[in-house]
DNA sequence: AAATTCCGCAACCGCGTGCAC
DNA sequence: AGTGCACGCGGTTGCGGAATT
């Protein structure tokens, strides 16, 4: 006899504790059902069970539903003889017990297809998971809450968006102008700083988040026009910023970021400027090089047949200019989410 | 080693939708 | 058209192990 633990990977310690907590509601039907009707009940009072499932209880439900299908979730527990309801059945069913589950961690590709489903379907749970095969919208949301949502954050993308959030600045003075996040149009026009730029370190990286970074000065996420970079940046002593856009240069020495062409679509030029190249936003237990260059792998696929050349993004380069001398360090395509996301309009 | 905090995950809850009567 | 029921979905909760203090 097959049962429910023999041919299921090993749970969680936390499916199966030692003692179940048999939490049991005492349901009291309505006063105004017939006798009748009571007695089509199994018993006038029904004990039902809440909580995590037993092995017996996986084993009850797995057994009636592989001989009969579930049929009506309603009537499933009586006639498996459960003391659940209907729904907490089926969800047991959905998000455990059904034979063509995959569990197991998500792999790094599954995780990335559940980023850009989501930046094409939002919250759809259900609709992520449909093209996940083997996972359920339970786990799906999970991972999102518990683990994607963070990353993309660290990485100064905004979770709901999918946009760079570039939110400027917190200062110890809770009347600092904050604003929201930007719009995809790189536009920052609207931004203020209520610190001096002379307080500012001469370290731009010292301005970025995944501190340590002096409190009193920038805490900006790591998408961040590099015109209001070079508005903010401190004159004078040591380095100095050239800020080279749309492929005008302006300034030499010092560090250099260089932001390359937008797409028509208003996809923010230097998006992924402070990423790869300065390396402050680690994923997972990956290096943001390593995971950078299998995120990127996606996009140049993506970008490469793209038949549309307006939207396909361009590439943005960090490199040091070194007594004259001009090294590329990193060259590599920003992170559009209109990539991914016209892609998979195609694809859904 | 004990206490506390953090975090992942399974399960519950409430609501919206569709359908039958 | 109104009502009730079943189902499915998304948000939230709470448990228990892991990590930290």
Same mark, same amino acid.
């Given at each position: ?47 039902? !069970? ?5 092995? *017996? #209880?996986? *084993? ?6 592989? &001989? ?11 006639? $498996? ?29 599954? #995780?990335?297809?559940?980023? %850009? ?11 992520? $998971?449909? @093209?996940?095969?083997? !996972?359920? +919208? &339970? ?15 660290? !990485? ?24 929201? =996040? ?20 001469? +370290? ?5 988040? &995944? ?5 009193? %000065?920038?805490?900006? +996420? ?35 970021? /260089? ?15 402070? #990423? ?7 994923? =997972? +237990?990956?290096?943001? *090089? /390593? #995971? ?10 993506? /970008? =490469?047949?793209?038949?549309? $050349? ?5 590439? $943005?380069?960090? *490199?040091? !200019? ?22 998979? @309009?195609? @694809?859904?």
């Amino acid at each position: 006899m097959m049962t429910a633990t023999s041919i299921l990977p090993p749970p969680p310690c936390l499916l199966y504790p030692s003692q179940p907590p048999p939490f049991i509601v005492l349901l009291t039907l309505s006063s105004s059902r017939s006798v009748e009707e009571s007695k089509m009940m199994d018993g006038y009072k029904q004990k039902l !069970r809440k909580g995590l499932w037993s092995p *017996e #209880e996986d *084993e009850k439900l797995l057994k009636h539903i592989t &001989n009969y299908g579930h049929g009506c979730w309603s009537s499933v527990p009586r006639q $498996a003889g459960l003391q659940r309801c209907g729904k907490s059945c089926r969800l047991r069913w959905i998000n455990y017990l059904r034979p063509d589950l995959k569990r197991g961690t998500f792999s790094q590709e599954e #995780e990335k297809l559940v980023i %850009e489903l989501h930046g094409v379907l939002g919250n759809k749970w259900s609709q992520i $998971a449909s @093209q996940l095969p083997g !996972r359920t +919208d &339970n786990e799906i949301k999970n991972l999102w809450n518990s683990s994607i949502k963070k990353k993309l954050l660290q !990485r100064g993308i905004d979770p709901n968006t999918h946009k760079s959030l570039s939110r400027l600045l917190e200062t110890h003075d809770s009347r600092t102008t904050m604003p929201n =996040a930007r719009s995809n149009t790189g536009n920052l026009d609207n931004l203020q700083l209520s610190v001096p730029t002379s307080n500012l370190s001469s +370290d731009p990286l010292l301005w970025f988040n &995944n501190g340590p970074y002096p409190s009193s %000065e920038l805490n900006v +996420d790591s998408e961040f026009d590099c015109s209001t970079l070079a508005s903010v940046l401190p004159s004078g002593g040591g380095s100095t910023l050239m800020v080279k856009q749309s492929g005008q240069t302006q300034v030499s020495g010092g560090q250099y970021w /260089e932001g390359g062409s937008s797409s028509t679509s208003g996809t923010s030029v230097n998006s992924c400027l402070f #990423e790869s190249g300065i390396g402050l936003f680690p994923w =997972a +237990d990956m290096s943001p *090089e /390593e #995971e950078f260059i299998k995120w990127s792998e996606f996009l140049d696929s993506v /970008e =490469a047949g793209s038949t549309n $050349a307006e939207g396909s993004g361009g590439h $943005a380069k960090v *490199e040091t !200019r070194d007594s004259g001398s001009c090294q590329q360090q990193t060259q590599f395509p920003y992170l559009s989410e209109d990539i991914y996301s016209n892609h998979f @309009q195609t @694809q859904l």
